[in-house]
C-alpha cells in the first residue's frame, strides 16, 4: 500500500503530509508549528567563517556552536537586530534632559528592550564606543565628563527591526 504524499500551504510555507486521510485540528497543529520552524530556518543568518575569533575552529560558530553553514541558535549574539537609540543628554540630576539625535546598531535578536537599554546604560559597554560603532545622526556630542561618554548621555529605544541579519560587531 503506497502512501499518499501531499503539500499544503500553511501560513506561507510548504509542508509535506504523508496519509490518506485529511489532516486533523491536531495534524494542522503540528503542521503549523513545522511552517514556523521552517521559516525561522529560511530567516535565521547562517553561520559562515567570519562566526570565529581568529584562531578558532571556523567549521562552527563560537558563540552557538552551530556548524558552519547551518542557521545560528536564535539565541545566537550573531544574530541581530537594527535597534535606533534616542540618545539624550543628562541634567544636574542624571536625567534625560535633551534629546541630541539617535544611534543606530546591531543589537542580539533575543534581546528585549530592557536588554538593549540596559546593556547600553548600565551593562559593561562605554558610550565612548558609539564613536565607533553603528551610526550617530544627530548634533555633536557632549563634552567628555569624568573620562567618557557615560557620565553625559542615556540611551532609550525609539524603534526595532523585524528582520534578523548578521551580527558581526
Ligand atoms: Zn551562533
Ligand atoms: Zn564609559
Redesign the pocket.
Known sequence: MSETVRHFNVDGASVQWRGDRDPSPRDMEALRDMAAAMKRMTTIPLVTKQDQPPGGDPSECFWCRAREGKPHSIECVRVGREVTFGVYVLDDEGKPARRIGSWTNLEPWSADVETNEFMRNEGSW???NMRDEGIYDGEPLPEVVD?????SLRFKVERRGEEMCPNRG
Open positions: 562605554c558610550a565612548d573620562g567618557c561618554l557615560c557620565n
